[in-house]
Each structure stands twice: as C-alpha cells, then as structure tokens.
C-alpha cells in the first residue's frame, strides 16, 4: 500500500525546489506513494510543510524530504 504524501499546492507555489522534489519523488516512486495535493493546510508559516502518512514536517528542505520518504519507505517494507 503506498504512503502518502501531502502538501500545500498554493504554499508550494513560492518553493520551486520543493515541487522539484516532489516531482522526482512521484516519478522514483511512483507505485510506493500517494501524493495528495491540498489547496490549504492552515500552515502558511512553516512553509513548505508536507504530511507523510499522519505525521507533520514544518519547513523542510528537499534534501529532507527526499530523507523523510526513503525512511518511510523503508519502515513500510
């Protein structure tokens, strides 16, 4: 079952390179997550913030998202 992964499509809007990463994200893993995209998650001020499964993640990076995916995936296995 794949996780998912949720965030802001607005918010996101001002961070090219975290929609960069999410894009990378979608095609390595296309079959192990789900990427949900919101119009608000009530968090403008810890921009760019994405939910991985049910878990919160303020002001991450790519680099930190692409960490947060790979150790999710490897939980799930």
Known sequence: ?????????LCTMSRPEIVQAI????C??????????????AACEDVPAVMLEYDYYPQ?????????VNASLKQEA
């Open 1 to 9: 079952m794949p996780i998912s992964l949720t965030f802001c499509r």
């Open 23 to 26: 894009d990378q994200l979608k």
């Open 28 to 41: 390595e893993y296309a079959d192990d997550i789900a990427v949900v995209e919101l119009n608000c998650m």
């Open 60 to 68: 991450v990076t790519p680099q930190e998202l692409h960490e947060l």
